[in-house]
């Protein structure tokens, strides 16, 4: 059984992610660190899964008119392809994952860097090109696939785009409960048939429905928040956490 703190843990990693799919796109990837005092190795990534799908559907039953599917469709194959690498990775490393947080830490803390840089010198926005889609669909897709953490570098590339926070946070709840609800498979696969152990236990997921309540109040909260952020202050803010989750990786 969990003990009390590693409930109250959960909890506050549980209201956070509620937060950031219903309002603030960026700061669940705080809660990933928060996760990793209560499991560790593989179930780190299986243990927050079922959490991140079940806001996702607060969130595409809110903001699913605002998706801007003509961003969605080219980032596919690319996300696809981000999955094979990422399957790849837990074949060849296990549940050795360290290397990589600091590896997206990094990669997320650049990419951060240059889109406060364009937006201080005022560059034009980006335009959606293949290779930009490569690129950022690639990595997002790994990513999320390894260390549930996609969320800054799609949300940093669709800033780019110019996006507004309508637009952004609609087409990312669907991008998200597609791409998390398509890990639930291989997941399976790779704790039964690899080395490195299972993504999910029953405790585990006993774990998670426990945190259900913290899950709501998490996802009402953000949704009331979001309608009061200005469009400026919103790009700030998903910069800022995205910055903030990737200097927790890295510590």
């Keep these: 059984m969990f003990t009390v703190g590693a409930l109250l843990t959960g909890a506050v990693a549980a209201y956070i ?27 780190i990534a299986g243990a927050i899964l079922p959490v991140l799908v079940f806001a996702d559907l607060f969130a595409i039953g809110w903001y699913r008119q605002h998706a801007r599917w003509d961003l969605l ?14 399957t790849v990775f837990f074949i060849v490393v296990g549940s050795a994952t360290r290397s990589l947080e600091i590896v997206i830490g990094s990669i997320v803390l650049s ?7 364009r937006m201080w010198r005022g560059a034009p926005e980006r335009a959606a090109t293949t290779a930009t889609a490569a690129t950022y669909g690639t990595a997002g897709g790994f990513t999320t696939f390894v260390a549930n953490a996609a969320g800054p570098v799609i949300n940093t590339y669709l800033v780019g785009l110019g996006l507004p926070k309508y637009q952004l946070i609609g087409t990312t709840a669907w991008l998200y409960f597609v791409v998390n609800l398509s890990k639930v498979p291989f997941y399976l696969a790779l704790g039964a048939w690899t080395s490195g152990g299972r993504f999910f236990t029953w405790e585990s997921l006993l774990f998670d429905l426990a945190l259900v ?25 998903v910069l800022v956490f995205s910055a903030g989750g990737a200097l927790k990786l890295l510590a």
Excluded: C, D, M, N
Excluded at 111 to 117: F, K, T
Excluded at 220 to 227: E, K
């Design 73 to 86: 469709r080219p980032l596919a194959p690319w996300l696809g392809l981000g999955f094979v690498f990422g």
């Design 213 to 237: 309540p913290a899950v709501l109040a998490g996802v009402y909260s953000g949704r009331s928040l979001f309608h009061r952020i200005p469009q400026r202050a919103f790009l700030v803010v």
């Design 17 to 43: 992610i509620g937060l950031s799919k219903t309002g603030v796109p960026g700061g669940g990837l705080l809660a990933i660190p928060l996760f990793a005092t209560v499991f560790e190795g593989r179930l």
């Design 111 to 117: 990419i951060v860097a240059i889109q406060i840089w």
